[in-house]
């Protein structure tokens, strides 16, 4: 097939141009949903689609459009897209790739005057990464009708609801249900991001192909034990939460890892010791408990037999145990279709790509309840993201747009 490029210049000038708003003296970037910064961020991409004479426009939830003109092409769109909010002194490219990645594709197709067949539209997500209302992924849930209208009582920090973040844009919260679309309203979805993991740099490949984004279990646990004196209380008398805690925190690590799923993670990321005194045997410690995979049967396994050690040690030590289950996000499997067509068009373009999932979340995993939906990988440098050190070689960020805008032109011709 045609390869098109796009203008590698231009994509390079752009990220170099948003990572300014919002900037930090760390050098990072935060810009958090819907604040002046957000909206700055979405007004210069306005503009620039403006001046490439793209047509523009926000939703109810903020999220914004731009639409190619690709001659009279009708039905369903082709929609590509990503976010520009970030989490506190994030990194550039986060999001931001995509966004402006999509946006150089649509120049590129206008420029071009490739014949299609479909609408090409980007869309920029509001609120992926959950900074600033707790749930996250508000825009591209939004799209799929998954946002309660509750949800819009939610507040930040400061006590801001999003329905009133939403009015301060001048937006309508009440038309939040105008915003979601049924299955057959949209043709294929794509999104291009950076990895925020390290196999792609560790492999030296260039592109991934997205294989699906996993699903994340969530639970509280609890072990209660006796609060005691730690100066009177004999070793052999005491009922220590921590320890017991301690060794269920090891047994995660060493049951996920012994499971023999590769792609398989366990973590205890969070958990407070009470009372948490230097001299108090630990009464109770509270912690979180996650597993992430691309199977539900997977999950399903890993989470009982987890389970299942935590209360063999609970038994042994005499400690109390509880659990409960906070949220369950289930995996979300990418086209086979699309896959095969990015991996025939980072082929095409010479070049090195391998199949991997996505560990992460994204709109994406939303957009694919409605619509075939793939998602194109670029290495992260150490694989480290949400971070100032976030960092993508420009030369991968134009192969990653190159990709998409390919992929575009199969999925729409
Ligand atoms: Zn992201």
Redesign the pocket.
């Known amino acids: 097939m045609t390869v098109l490029h796009i203008r590698r210049e231009r994509l390079l000038e752009s990220i170099r141009e948003l990572s300014c708003i919002g900037a930090t003296s760390k050098g990072g970037v935060t810009r958090f949903a819907l604040t002046g910064e957000d909206r700055q961020a979405r007004e210069w991409l306005q503009a620039r689609a403006k001046a490439h004479d793209l047509d523009s426009h926000f939703d109810a939830v903020g999220n914004l459009f731009v639409y190619c003109r690709a001659d009279a092409a009708g039905g369903p769109p082709v929609l590509v897209g990503?976010?520009v909010d970030t989490v506190p002194d994030g990194g550039r490219y986060?999001?931001a790739l995509?966004v402006l990645a999509g946006l150089e594709s649509l120049i590129s197709l206008q420029e071009s005057k490739a014949q299609l067949s479909r609408p090409v539209w980007l869309a920029v997500w509001t609120e992926?990464?959950g900074s600033r209302f707790r749930n996250g992924l508000i825009g591209s849930r939004a799209f799929i009708g998954e946002v309660a209208p509750t949800e819009l009582d939610d507040a930040d920090a400061q006590g801001i609801t999003l329905a009133s973040a939403l009015r301060n844009w001048e937006l309508e919260p009440a038309q939040l249900t105008e915003v979601a679309r049924e299955p057959g309203q949209v043709h294929a979805y794509v999104e291009l991001?950076?990895e925020?993991g390290a196999k792609l740099d560790a492999a030296g490949l260039q592109v991934g192909v997205v294989t699906g984004i996993v699903g994340i279990r969530r639970y509280d646990v609890s072990v209660k034990g006796q609060a005691n004196h730690a100066g009177t209380t004999p070793m052999h008398l005491r009922q220590d939460a921590l320890v017991a805690a301690a060794q269920m925190v090891q047994s995660v690590e060493q049951l996920v890892k012994a499971s023999g799923h590769a792609d398989a993670v366990g973590t205890v990321g969070k958990l407070s010791v009470q009372p948490g005194g230097v001299n108090v045997v630990p009464g109770q410690v509270d912690f979180s408990l996650e597993v992430r995979d691309l199977e539900t049967s997977v999950m399903d396994e890993l989470v009982e037999r987890i389970l299942s050690k935590f209360r063999e040690i609970a038994d042994t030590r005499n400690v109390q145990l509880c659990w409960e289950l906070t949220s369950d996000v289930k995996p979300a499997p990418l086209s086979r279709e699309i896959r095969q067509t990015i991996a025939e068009v980072a082929s095409d373009l010479g070049y090195s790509w391998q199949d991997m999932p996505s560990g992460?979340g994204?709109d994406a995993q939303h957009l694919a309840c409605i619509c075939p939906t793939g998602m194109i990988f670029v290495p992260s440098k150490d694989g480290i993201s949400h971070s100032p050190h976030e960092f993508t070689a420009d030369d991968n960020c134009v192969r990653g747009a190159n990709v998409l805008l390919n992929t575009i032109v199969q999925l729409a011709k």
């Open positions: 990503s976010h986060d999001g995509g992926e990464e991001h950076i925020q992460a994204h």
